[in-house]
C-alpha cells in the first residue's frame, strides 16, 4: 500500500523539542524527495522544509530555519522533522509528502503527489 505516516507529534512548552517521523512505503523511498508543510487553525497549508531525492540538499521556510532540521534513513524508509526552540506559532497540523525527482518546486504543496495524514503539534507559552 502506497502511504506516508506520520507520528511524533504532542504538546510541548515553548522552548521545547519535537521529533516528527513520516514512514513510507509502498514506493522506492530513495527515489523521493521529501518535504514537510503544516496548516495552523484558519490558515493555509504552509511550506516548512524539505529535501532532494539524493539527500544533497535541505530546504527550510524562513522563520524555521536554525531551529527545524529535515533528515531521512532511506534504510527505514523514514524522514524526520527535528523541531527545537519551538514557539506557540509552530502550532499546527503537520503533514509529510512525497515529490517525484523531476520536480523542483519543493515549496508547492502541488509538488507534492503523496500526503500523510497529519499530526497535530502544539506549543504553549
Known amino acids: 500500500q502506497v502511504q506516508l505516516v506520520e507520528s511524533g507529534g504532542g504538546l510541548v512548552q515553548a522552548g521545547g523539542s519535537l521529533r516528527l517521523s513520516c514512514v513510507a512505503s509502498?514506493?522506492?523511498?530513495?527515489?523521493?524527495?521529501m518535504g514537510w508543510f503544516r496548516q495552523a487553525p484558519g490558515k493555509e497549508r504552509e511550506f516548512v522544509a524539505a529535501?532532494?531525492?539524493?539527500?544533497?540538499?535541505?530546504y527550510y521556510q524562513a522563520s524555521v530555519k536554525g531551529r527545524f532540521t529535515i533528515y531521512r534513513d532511506n534504510a527505514e524508509n523514514t524522514v524526520y522533522l527535528q523541531m527545537n526552540s519551538l514557539k506557540p506559532e509552530d502550532t499546527a497540523v503537520y503533514y509529510c509528502?512525497?515529490?517525484?525527482?523531476?520536480?523542483?518546486?519543493?515549496?508547492?504543496?502541488?509538488?507534492?503527489?503523496?500526503w500523510g495524514q497529519g499530526t497535530q503539534v502544539t506549543v504553549s507559552l
Open positions: 509528502a512525497q515529490r517525484p525527482p523531476y520536480r523542483s518546486d519543493y515549496g508547492s504543496a502541488s509538488a507534492y503527489d503523496l
Open positions: 509502498g514506493r522506492t523511498f530513495s527515489s523521493y524527495a
Open positions: 529535501d532532494r531525492w539524493s539527500g544533497t540538499a535541505t
